[in-house]
């Protein structure tokens, strides 16, 4: 019922009515506007038992840190992180690197603690094409952001086989909803205060889908951008939208990300 390892197949944002195609062809994706989604990354991981490469989203968190999921980082050789673009094939910078860490209770199993920080060798030069996005703050710590509206971004076809990824960034309007949804789905273990469960916004079926994993869900709250959760898990079942997505809490792992990557705690 539950694929562990979710940044090996491709990822696909997709919105659809029905069932995928077999051939996997996206219906009725939400293609996103130039500068929508500034922080978002498309990492391309090599990774050492594997001959294809793995596809996963990622958010600009500074200049020099990625934030994304452990699943995409288990066993990566090297990462390639595609940035400034809402066109896959023509990103505005390219960089390579072996620098990552993954949470150390992250548990493949159960996907818990699915979190990582990719560090980059050189300076990201903001634009509005590739900018930070700010991590949720201190004063949302008691929050379970349910009822709240939240957009996740992500290049990508729905395919199990490692062939294509979509060439526009898509993007899925979604609500968070209770912990309570996502345990009718995935193991109980997976699911606890430190993740997220969304399902299409106003009961759409826009969901993420394979290989947007790790990518950035963001709510704009008080008038600001957020970043609340990170793609952790996705239903096996499929991308119609039937099933919620699994995401990971930014809010319990701030304390972590400060000690990786010097990043201050927003209030
Ligand atoms: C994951 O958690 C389960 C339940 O606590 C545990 O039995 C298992 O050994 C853990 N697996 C890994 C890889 O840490
Ligand atoms: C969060 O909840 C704890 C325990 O109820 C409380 O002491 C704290 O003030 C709350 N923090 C915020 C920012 O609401
Ligand atoms: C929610 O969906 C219903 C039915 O499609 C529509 O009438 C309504 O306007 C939508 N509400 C919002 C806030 O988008």
């Known amino acids: 019922m539950y694929l562990p390892y979710l940044g090996i197949f491709i990822v696909g944002l997709m919105v ?11 219906v009725n994706g939400n293609v996103a506007a130039n500068y929508q989604f500034p922080w978002h990354v498309s990492l391309t991981i090599t ?11 990622a958010s600009i968190i500074s200049s020099r840190y990625l934030l994304t999921a452990a699943s995409c980082l288990k066993n990566a050789q090297s990462v390639r992180a595609d940035m400034g673009s809402t066109l896959f094939s023509n990103p505005k910078q390219t960089q390579y690197t072996v620098h990552y860490a993954v949470h150390p209770q992250f548990n493949s199993t159960y996907n818990t603690n699915n979190i990582g920080i990719v560090r980059l060798n050189d300076e990201i030069y903001y634009s509005n094409e590739k900018r930070a996005i700010l991590l949720v703050g201190r004063s949302k710590v008691n929050s379970t952001f349910v009822d709240t509206a939240a957009y996740i971004s992500g290049f990508g ?12 960034l898509r993007y899925a309007y979604t ?7 996502c345990e009718l789905f995935y193991p109980p273990l997976s699911v606890s205060s430190e993740t ?3 399902t299409g916004y106003n009961h759409s079926l826009q969901t993420g889908c394979y290989g947007d994993t790790g990518g950035a869900l963001v709510a704009h709250i008080d008038g600001t951008w957020y970043q609340i ?11 119609s939208g039937t099933y919620p997505n699994l995401y990971t809490k930014i809010m319990p792992y701030l304390q972590w990300i400060n000690q990786m990557t010097g990043l201050a705690i927003n209030p």
């Open 16 to 26: 659809t009515q029905t069932a995928a195609a077999p051939e996997g062809r996206i």
């Open 47 to 57: 990774v050492s038992d594997a001959a294809s490469p793995r596809y996963c989203g």
């Open 157 to 168: 076809v729905y395919q199990k086989e490692m062939v294509y990824m979509s060439e526009n």
């Open 175 to 181: 609500t968070v909803v209770t912990n309570t949804r």
């Open 196 to 198: 997220l469960c969304t």
């Open 229 to 239: 959760g990170l793609l952790s898990s996705i239903h096996n079942g499929g991308c």
